[in-house]
């Protein structure tokens, strides 16, 4: 028998091979190779299904300098190489109308000029932090909740801010009219060998929460990335515009990715189960989101990563802006979510957006998480009450910090943050603090309509 990972006579896995077969089987014709830059953007090299064997064999090759954050001009050769595990059939172009489908492989960049993974690659960051975890014995199991607004477009095709419902938290048809929409976008990603574990419409007008179950941290993580262009390839055939944007309407709830996590060992238990403890978490656990809380405002800069990131980081809003814990109120940073058997031991990071690069978010969260475990932090208790009613006073009380309130601010705290910032590795570090520290920098100089209306005519 041979191996998935073995490669055959000619030269491709047996897993690759597969495949090769299931382009023929389906009627492929084009495959996007997926990546993503530093800002989470996903780029795609198109190429036709009958280079499937050399992109496997020989990788393929585009000019990195094109791509924002990447390498400049005279270090631009770059290498795509598709990683076959990450192969799907695209929902949105599926059938013979046009002759054939379209496939998604996502790749791992490749720095030609040493033949080893290129150190800006996204991926490449998140796939350190699972080796660390796994030199340490253990997997990391992600689940994420990704909101999103859906908006009628104008006349010409372009996106408002205008909603095609009223409903609110899992309301159900007919003031839920999306959910035609939620329905198609479910089964689009079902046929891409997703698991969904539950969607709904969520609290503000327009918005939509789809759940993964649970899987470990780069499938989750690739799957994020895709998930995006899923929802808006399949909300513009209803006529409709799909955003992650965090907070696209004002005063309103914002769109988060509440992000699950729990860490396995080799032998298949829940490291964050103890039946004894009156949370059912063990010491592993606890010292993991204590690693999480220590860390956690230059985690922010990369889990919100724009300027309208921290318009929903506010009070009153249901975002969590309040570093605790708690095992029982959503006001605090880290919840312990109820669990029916100890596999389903996890915490939930609350705090992070669909903005975000899924990659290097998810990295940030697991290099805290293991520094916490391998320094043997301890947690503070939880915190029981509503963070929400307290004062200053008792804020300092309970020694309750808050995280950046604006994203200047949790740039500053990235760059103090050695553990974090080694993390993303110096090339990402570099780039994304340049790009971040540019757009804050951009923001802070123009004049709102809210200026306008408030002062111009009353100085």
Known sequence: MTDENTATDGGLTATEQDVIDEIDEKNV?????????????VKNVSVPATQAEKAFTEGIYFDGSSIDGFVRIQESDMRLDPDPETFAVLPWRNGDSDGGAAARLICDVIDTSTGEPFSG??????????????????NVNMAPEPEFFLFEEDEEGRATTKTNDAGGYFD?????LASDVRRDIIYGLESMGFDIEASHHEVAEGQHEINFTYDDALSTADNVATFRSVVRAIAAEHDLHATFMPKPIARINGSG?????????????????????????????????AGVLEHAPAITAIANPTVNSYKRLVPGYEAPVYVAWSDRNRSALIRKPAARVPAASRIELRSPDPSCNPYLAFAAMIHAGLEGIEEEMESDDPVRENIYEF?????EEYGITTLPSNLGEAVEAFENDETIKSAMGEHVAEKFVEAKSQEFGEYIVEVSDWEIDRYLEKF
Do not use: C, W
Request: glycine share 6%; net charge negative; aromatic share 10%.
């Open 29 to 41: 014709d084009f495959l996007r190779l997926q990546f993503t830059d530093i800002l989470g953007t």
């Open 172 to 176: 159900l048809a007919p003031k839920d």
């Open 121 to 138: 690659d996204p991926r490449g960051v998140l796939k350190d932090a699972i080796a660390r975890a796994e030199e340490m014995g253990y």
């Open 257 to 289: 990715m509440h992000t699950h996590i729990s860490l396995f060992t080799e032998d298949g238990e829940n490291a964050f189960h103890d039946d004894d403890d009156e949370f059912n978490l063990s010491d592993t656990a606890k010292s993991f989101l």
């Open 391 to 395: 004062d200053e006073a008792k804020r």
